[in-house]
């Protein structure tokens, strides 16, 4: 998992994306986003709409020093999609 107080850690972890959304977006009701069974789930399901994810994106651009693709956004209609798209901005900034 990665360290909440270092986000310039370069990875974002499932743990970590439960959190900031819940910080932005407020918890999904009786769903555990810390849970693996929801990667493969889709936002909407997941009672996450387009505005929760423009507000963390946001939160993970500024907290963690990284543009993300709007395309690309778009695409990451879950979970492990979005964590993929993160991932990979980071990797790229840090040269990985």
Known sequence: M???DDPAQGRLELADLARLLSEC????????MTDPAVLDQDWMDLNYD??????TTSRIERDYA???DEEELGD?????????????ALSARAGV
Do not use: C, F, K
């Not at 977006?25 to 555990?32: R, T, V």
């Not at 387009?50 to 507000?55: K, V």
């Not at 990451?76 to 990979?88: E, G, H, K, Q, W």
């Open 2 to 4: 990665g360290n909440p």
């Open 76 to 88: 990451a209609d879950t979970p492990r999609r979005y964590l993929d798209m993160v991932n990979s």
């Open 66 to 68: 990284v543009q993300l």
């Open 50 to 55: 387009s505005i929760s994810l423009i507000q």
């Open 25 to 32: 977006a407020g918890d999904s009701e009786g769903i555990d």
